[in-house]
């Protein structure tokens, strides 16, 4: 099975950390080590990454729908990633994209 990054995570916390910190959100596969998604965000943005920390959300129980049938939230990774100063990733560049639509 091939390991693989998910999806970035766009919210209004984690694009203020990328604009000011330069830390960058992706939900990826939880058997994902760090220097393995350190190497695929390199490959995949063309960006330098200066380290990696994660975050492991454990599945939960939930109650769904109308008649509150029993669900489960599934186990999820995070990786935040600090990349060098001076690149981005622009996935989550949206102040540029707001400005040409206003031009």
Request: glycine share 4%; net charge positive; aromatic share 8%.
């Amino acid at each position: 099975m091939s390991r693989m990054i998910f999806r970035p995570v766009i919210t209004e916390k984690s694009l203020g950390k990328a604009a000011s910190e330069n830390i960058y959100t992706f939900v990826v596969d939880p058997a994902m080590s760090k220097p393995q998604i350190a190497k695929r965000i390199s490959e995949l943005y063309d960006v330098e990454v200066e380290w990696v920390r994660t975050a492991i959300r454990k599945a939960k129980a939930v109650k769904t729908g109308r008649r509150r049938l029993p669900g489960m939230k599934t186990r999820a990774k995070k990786a935040y990633l600090r990349i060098k100063s001076g690149q981005k990733i622009d996935l989550f560049d949206f102040d540029a994209s707001a400005q040409e639509d206003k031009s």
